[in-house]
């Protein structure tokens, strides 16, 4: 800079102190307003140095926002200013802008506005501009293959592709990751689709900087990805690429490429969520080209909506001063493809080439690629095929149906007669072949009361509405099973009626006196003995045995509701026996819940295996399957009871329903419970498909929260925050608060494994800041990782108050290895502060230096071990060296040689710190002799570089050094 910045004077104070302000802010429209206002303030006082600084800010902002237009003034203005003004440019100036000046052809090609004649230009004039100063043509050549592309000159193509790569990068070109996607391009358009993929391995195999990269590798390779069959590389490119950009201003401009691939790979809606979430650049897309490009993948996608769906999805598009307008997904389908090859024909007449209308046409029309499972499955999955067998009593589906069938609806296809399918649909489900009964149900049309009896269409229409008995809300259910049972009564049908009655009974609160559960139940059982129908005796004795197991007599005494429940259990079986014996078994799994509420849980198993062994329906059936596996599991025998659980499901699965949602539910708690998700991928994932058909989207968000327990405990960290995020948004806006407690814990864990710091640490702050002080282990746990995350984002102030929060809580659940870590950790965060630092490791020494708690003598010298890095970051050398000489006695007692080759690597650079190279080339040396085989590579780095520099500092050759070449060797390899 010049001696401007030397002297300030008030102007400059506040044009400065307005390019602070702006670069505070994130990239934006307010950022740019700051920036131009500064340009002016500049301009006013005569200060040509801050006008160009503030300019070429403004130049970096609108090429964020990808708006390429706009780049054109400032830029220009700079320009002219570095002619008129040269001694304004210093050598940090004049690199910026030469920078951006490469920037300016895209910004033309991008708007047809510009003529050809000037795109050309003002590549030429780059072209020479880079050759005055003395640059290679690499960058130039990048730039001239870009625009024959665009206007389909494919000789022109092929030449600046060879010239591109046979070019020497310099400083003028992208860094080599953004060279290398954008060399992808081409060979995908040129369908080289292998050489694609081996060109990105440099890129996703090594390390960049660039903030822009791998992500823009990723979403370049996905069309090769599909084209050769490498659908899960293709999942998880798609994944993190969109993941890496989505909230980014820049990253509007390759939305585009992920609806494009979530249309060809059975992903619609999914792409449907991201068109959503990016309606913004149908109405204010960054230029022309883009507005092109988005345009005909959005339309693309909305075509692979069936065409009824389309007419019935809506979306609503942001307008100017807040005005909105709803289409539906039909319309926006029309108006985009009408944009897209509107935009294409005014690029073609520009370019005198009809290359852009190919382009969009072709893209409208591709063909599927192979589909391409995700994280979390769409609603289009298939059903989990039905069992042929039943594996208990050797029946199939057909042997279950109801008495007086002939079987001639088995086949699926509709009965002449619908009132005698609608007959034998309500007599399956009454006799609890639910499966038959909901197969035959199926057939019907939903608008068939009007040509049913009125007594036959008000059982129809009863057991459609219990179906959704899971779909819908409970209260909303209990007040249409009330009309319902009164509907049934008004017909004459009271046993219908009592049966349905018994089904709200069971959905009561037996807990809540306003219920009045019990009242009911027992006056459902006097009407079941007026009507004297067996059914509804049975129906009736075991509501009220079930009511009576949540529930005391009035004087508070279990047992005496106990003896009752027995009573009703007894007086149900008889009756079965007596005159409905195919009802026993129902009964006997009742008994089965009775002995295990008592403690008897082997009579109860016995009792569950006897009513398995025979025929029984299928309804009986899944409940006895359901309570054997619970029982199972109850008692600790959990392999046994995990393949219960999968008996259960898989019988559930005979007829693919609601019930068969539940079932696989119900496993993927007791997986998640047990920590056993990471086996279960393919289960958890068949749940979450499963209920999204059948159940309500809160029962998905739950299903999704099993589902990333496994993929966290596989290390798949995203997928686990894509489904996590996921389950998040089919809760709503007001989510079940323990379900959002435990997914954004989770999602913290994921986030921060990503390395999305801030999301972790806003979802760990969530989880904390709602904790109550019942969970104390808990919510110290979530307290340290929230410090963490703290101190990656570099707040040291908040990560130290979680710190000590979190060490606060563990000493006080009586804690001591787990507070001295986070007591450790909060040291770290507070190293500035010298004596508080050093009163945290005082407390975590003490803590641990007794104790005989697993994992205290490890944390004790973790403790004593970062007592020398605080002293040495003070400048107490000599007081660091005899920590660390402490801290590797530690190391030695507990045979953990890489970290005594750590501290004594530390030994050496604290030695370098203090100006006494001799010391610490013997101590790098004797790090190195400690080094294992399998050694951390930081460790290895840290010897070779102290060992490095200390030869340097004594002036001996560094290169010669056997042990230097040896570690640089370790490294290489």
């Given at each position: ?46 200060e ?29 203005w ?9 001694e ?21 090609v ?5 003529s ?13 501009h ?6 290679s ?9 870009s ?94 690429a ?8 820049r ?48 339309a ?98 057909a ?10 609806a ?38 068939l ?51 349905f ?35 509804a ?6 509501t ?15 047992a ?21 014996p ?50 199972l ?47 279960r ?16 989207p809160?029962a ?18 995203l ?59 808990l ?8 410090g963490?995350?703290?101190?990656m984002l ?53 803590l ?93 780095a ?12 004594q ?19």
């Open positions: 800079m010049t001696d401007d910045f030397d002297a300030p004077t008030a102007e400059q104070e506040r044009v400065r102190q307005l390019i602070g302000e702006a670069m505070s802010m994130p990239v934006g429209d307010t950022r740019c307003e700051l920036l131009e206002r500064a340009a002016r303030l500049a301009d006013a006082a005569g040509v140095q801050l006008g160009v600084l503030a300019r070429l800010e403004l130049v970096d902002a609108y090429s964020e926002l990808r708006r390429s237009e706009l780049m054109l003034a400032p830029f220009a700079c320009r002219k200013a570095e002619q008129r003004a040269p304004a440019f210093d050598e940090s100036l004049t690199h910026w802008l030469n920078w951006q000046h490469k920037w300016l052809p895209g910004a033309l991008d708007d047809p506005r510009f050809l004649a000037q795109v050309g230009a003002l590549v030429d004039d780059l072209a020479a880079y050759q005055r100063q003395g640059f043509a690499h960058p130039v050549h990048g730039i001239r293959l625009v024959a592309e665009h206007v389909g000159d494919e000789e022109a193509v092929e030449r600046h592709y060879a010239a591109w790569v046979a070019a020497e990068p310099d400083a003028m070109s992208n860094c080599a990751a953004c060279v290398v996607e954008a060399q992808i391009d081409h060979l995908v358009r040129r369908g080289r689709h292998e050489d694609a993929v081996r060109h990105a391995e440099p890129v996703l195999s090594g390390q960049t900087t660039c903030r822009e990269q791998p992500h823009g590798v990723l979403t370049a390779l996905l069309p090769a990805l599909l084209a050769t069959g490498r659908t899960e590389f293709a999942a998880r490119a798609h994944l993190l969109y993941r890496a950009e989505r909230d980014l201003p990253g509007r401009t390759s939305v585009h490429h992920h609806l494009w691939f979530c249309a060809l790979t059975d992903n619609v809606d999914r792409g449907v969520r991201l068109l959503r979430r990016h309606l913004d650049m149908v109405t204010d897309p960054p230029s022309p080209r883009q507005a092109m490009t988005f345009a005909t993948d959005a693309l996608l909305l075509g692979r909506l069936p065409a009824a769906e389309r007419d019935r999805t809506e979306f609503t598009l942001p307008g100017p001063d807040g005005a909105r307008r709803t289409l539906t997904g039909e319309s926006l389908r029309v108006e985009l493809e009408k944009t897209a090859l509107e935009l294409a024909a005014r690029f073609d007449a520009r370019n005198g080439t009809d290359a852009r209308s190919r382009w969009v046409r072709e893209r409208l029309a591709a063909p599927d690629a192979d589909p391409v499972p995700l994280a979390v499955p769409d609603v289009v999955v298939g059903p989990t095929p039905p069992s042929t067998q039943d594996v208990h009593s050797g029946q199939s589906p042997d279950t149906q109801t008495r007086g069938d002939s079987g001639d088995g086949d699926g296809a509709p009965l002449a007669d619908p009132v005698e399918l609608a007959g034998r649909a309500v007599a399956a489900l009454d006799d609890g072949e639910f499966f038959e009964g909901a197969r035959l149900l199926a057939q019907l049309p939903a608008d009361d009007a040509l049913l009896p009125s007594a036959l269409a008000a059982k129809v229409a009863a057991h459609r509405l219990w179906r959704e008995v899971a779909a819908i809300p409970r209260a909303e259910m209990l007040a249409e099973l009330d009309r319902m049972v009164e509907r049934l009564r008004a017909e004459g049908e009271h046993v219908a009626a009592l049966r009655e018994c089904r709200a009974i069971g959905l009561l609160d037996a807990h809540d006196p306003e219920a009045a559960a019990l009242a009911r139940a027992e006056r459902a059982l006097r009407e079941a003995e007026l009507l004297d129908d067996p059914q005796l049975i129906a009736t004795h075991l009220l045995a079930d009511v009576l197991s949540h529930t005391e007599d009035a004087a508070g005494d279990g005496a509701g106990d003896t009752r429940r027995a009573e009703q259990l007894d007086r149900a079986e008889d009756v079965a026996t007596r005159r409905l195919r009802r026993v078994a129902w009964v006997r799994v009742e008994r089965a819940a009775l002995l295990a509420d008592r403690g008897e849980q082997g009579a109860a198993l016995h009792v569950l295996g006897e009513v398995l062994a025979e025929p029984t329906p299928a309804g009986t059936r899944y409940a006895a399957l359901r309570a054997k596996a619970r029982l599991l109850d008692v600790g025998e959990v392999e046994e009871g995990l393949a219960a659980l999968d008996e259960f499901t898989a019988f559930a699965g005979t007829v693919d329903g609601p019930w068969h949602a539940l079932a696989l539910l119900e496993r993927a708690f007791m997986v998640d419970h047990l920590d056993r998700g990471g086996d991928i393919a289960d958890l994932v068949a749940t979450v498909a499963a209920t999204r058909r059948h159940l309500p809160s998905t968000a739950t299903a999704c929260l099993y589902l990333a327990g496994g993929y966290l405990l596989q290390g798949r960290n997928e686990a925050a894509e489904t996590l995020e996921e389950g998040l948004r089919l809760a709503g806006p007001e989510p079940d608060e323990e379900f959002e407690l435990n997914a954004r814990y989770r999602l913290g864990f994921a986030c921060g494994a990503l390395g999305e710091h801030a999301a972790a640490a806003e979802h760990f702050g969530a989880v904390a800041a709602r904790m109550g002080d019942n969970q104390p282990s919510h110290a746990r979530v307290l340290d990782n929230l963490r995350a703290h101190s570099g707040d040291s102030d908040a990560a130290a108050d979680a710190f000590r929060r979190s060490a606060e809580l563990r000493e006080r659940e009586g804690d001591p290895v787990e507070a001295a870590g986070s007591l450790v950790r909060l040291a770290q965060a507070i190293t500035p502060d010298l004596p508080a630092a050093s009163a945290a490791l005082d407390r975590a020494v003490e641990t230096r007794e104790s005989t708690e697993d994992g205290a003598a490890a944390e004790h010298a973790n403790a004593v071990g970062f007592r020398a890095a605080l002293l040495a970051s003070h400048g107490r050398f000599d007081e660091a060296l005899t920590a660390n000489a402490h801290a590797e006695q530690l190391a030695v007692d507990l045979g953990d040689p890489d970290w005594q080759a750590f501290l004594a690597g530390r030994a050496g650079r604290i030695h370098l710190a203090a100006e006494r190279p001799d010391q610490a080339e013997r101590d790098a040396r004797r790090a190195a002799a400690l080094l294992t085989a399998d050694g951390d590579e930081d460790t290895v840290g010897v070779l570089d102290t060992l490095t520099r200390a030869l340097e500092e002036g001996r050759p560094v290169a010669a050094d056997p042990l230097v070449r040896e570690l640089t060797d370790r490294l290489s390899d």
